[in-house]
Nanobody
Framework: FQLQASGGGLVQPGGSLRLSCAVS????????IGWFRQAPGKEREGVAC????????DYADSVKGRFTISRDYAKNTVYLQMNSLKSEDTAVYYC????????????????????WGQGTQVTVSS
């Protein structure tokens, strides 16, 4: 199995980025996908999660209304659309997967996920 995160980069405050998480060896039909981030000197924190069924999502309070998680089953890829970016969004972003029922989108903690991809750096700076 593999989770491959991409799409990070340098963006100005107020800008947008879309991260992608390409999943292989795991079926999105049976796995919830979460996005986490880790800023320098800080613990890894959950950002967003989408249920395996795709109809349920959960977001950290800090990103609600700005970030949107979605998935393309045909491409086995999960996306994180990030709008109105702030300097405090600067971090390495990771995608992770865990087997769950179709309606469970609880973001949870790092320990709740079984499979992880490598990170992609997002830097928000003018």
């Amino acid at each position: 199995f593999q989770l491959q995160a991409s799409g990070g980069g340098l963006v100005q405050p107020g800008g947008s980025l879309r991260l992608s998480c390409a999943v292989s060896g795991l079926s999105l039909d049976y796995h919830a996908i979460g996005w986490f981030r880790q800023a320098p000197g800080k613990e890894r924190e959950g950002v967003a999660c989408q249920s395996s069924g795709g109809g349920s999502t959960d977001y950290a309070d800090s990103v609600k209304g700005r970030f949107t998680i979605s998935r393309d089953y045909a491409k086995n890829t999960v996306y994180l659309q990030m709008n109105s970016l702030k300097s405090e969004d600067t971090a390495v972003y990771y995608c992770a997967a865990t087997a769950r029922g179709p309606y469970d989108s609880k973001l949870g903690r790092e320990i709740d996920y079984d499979y992880w991809g490598q990170g992609t750096q997002v830097t928000v700076s003018s």
